[in-house]
């Protein structure tokens, strides 16, 4: 199966600090990506669709000027999280998908945490 | 949109088989069913979909009823590393943002060796 990787695993920082996410499609090219967001013991929760070339579209109550999406290729897209806070910190997963009637192929997720 | 309806867990034996059920009676013509699971700590991975028909593959077997309004996940011989949340979910791949994946809380499967 296709493989989508996700980078940072893991990254813990303070309060107010910027954190970028990369998620990338390692063998196939993605014509969507997404951005889904998990806190514990709840499922995952859409936060934005991100095609290569145009603006993410947002989930409503995903606040656009703080989750900054930049999809600069059909196999990379990055989630930024600006001046993040405690409430941030959650487990973020991303998609990507090859075709509309295809599956999803998710990344690993990474671990957020906001000190 | 249409929503679907799994139990909140499941237990199964080892090596015996499992049959997750799903509930979708609003289903529309054009909503293909998709079956995810996430093991702990994970990234969901996708098991399965279908439209109409049963689909088979190497991980499991997909029963859809006939008048589409459910189905059934069936994994033929469970293992420990079955042990999961799966998610049954509708999408509509030409519906635009409504065909986007939406996870509900799915069905947490305990595997007893």
């Known amino acids: 199966g296709a493989v989508v990787s996700q980078h940072p695993s893991r990254v813990i920082c303070k309060s107010g600090t910027s954190v970028k996410i990369e998620c990338r499609s390692l063998?196939?090219?993605?014509?969507?990506m997404f951005w889904y967001r998990q806190f514990p013991k709840q499922s995952l929760m859409l936060m934005a669709t991100?095609?290569?070339?145009?603006?993410?579209?947002?989930e409503q109550g995903v606040e656009k000027d703080k989750f900054l999406i930049n999809h600069a290729s059909l196999t990379l897209s990055t989630l930024t999280v600006t001046s993040a806070h405690p409430e941030d910190s959650s487990f973020y997963i991303c998609?990507?998908?090859?075709?509309?009637?295809?599956?999803?192929?998710f990344g690993p997720g990474t671990r957020l945490t906001v000190l | 949109d249409a929503k679907t309806t799994q139990p909140n867990s499941m237990e199964s034996n080892e090596e015996e088989p499992v049959h997750l059920p799903c509930n979708h009676s609003?289903?529309?013509?054009?909503?293909?069913i998709h079956w995810y699971r996430q093991l702990p700590s994970q990234g969901p991975e996708y098991v399965i979909h279908?439209?109409?028909s049963n689909v088979n593959n190497r991980m499991a077997s997909l029963a859809i009823a006939e008048d589409r309004k459910s189905s059934t996940l069936i994994l033929h011989r469970a293992t420990l590393r079955d042990a999961a949340v799966y998610y049954c979910?509708?999408?509509?791949?030409?519906?635009?943002?409504?065909?986007?994946?939406?996870f509900g809380k799915g069905t947490k499967l305990s595997v007893k060796p």
């Open positions: 998609s990507a998908e090859k075709g509309v009637t295809d599956e999803q192929f």
């Open positions: 063998d196939f090219q993605a014509t969507t």
């Open positions: 991100s095609n290569e070339g145009s603006k993410a579209t947002y």
């Open positions: 609003t289903i529309s013509g054009t909503d293909y």
């Open positions: 279908g439209l109409t």
């Open positions: 979910i509708l999408r509509d791949p030409y519906g635009g943002s409504q065909g986007n994946l939406i």
